[in-house]
Nanobody, 119 residues
């Protein structure tokens, strides 16, 4: 099993920056890739960024300019830097992990952290 705990969500003003963290525990050595998704009220959950040691980083085209994902393999933590926040970034941000080796084929989700962008 892998446990994911997100933190860093906050109420921020437009134009500010925010860094989200996701700490993995449990069988964290059996993680192939980690990712950030977000879900706004009334909308589907969407991929924000994905990172793996083998494939590198991946961003959907709409997320390439203001989002930066990074991963600290020693701390088993993945980060999401969001710059120039906009009201449309308001959403619950979820951490996601893809299992490897004995956890291959399994997926894990965190509980989410709320980001609200408002004047």
């Amino acid at each position: 099993q892998v446990q994911l705990v997100e933190s860093g969500g906050d109420l921020v003003q437009p134009g500010r920056s925010l860094r989200l963290s996701c700490a993995a525990s449990g069988s964290s050595l059996n993680i192939y890739a980690m990712a950030w998704y977000r879900q706004a009220p009334g909308k589907q959950r969407e991929l924000v960024a994905r990172i793996s040691e083998r494939e590198g980083v991946e961003y959907p085209a709409s997320m390439k300019d203001r989002f930066t994902v990074s991963r600290d393999y020693v701390k088993n933590t993945v980060y999401l830097q969001i710059d120039s926040l906009k009201p449309e970034d308001t959403a619950t941000y979820y951490c996601h992990a893809e299992g490897a080796r004995s956890l291959r084929g399994r997926e894990f989700w965190g509980q989410g952290t709320q980001v609200t962008v408002s004047p």
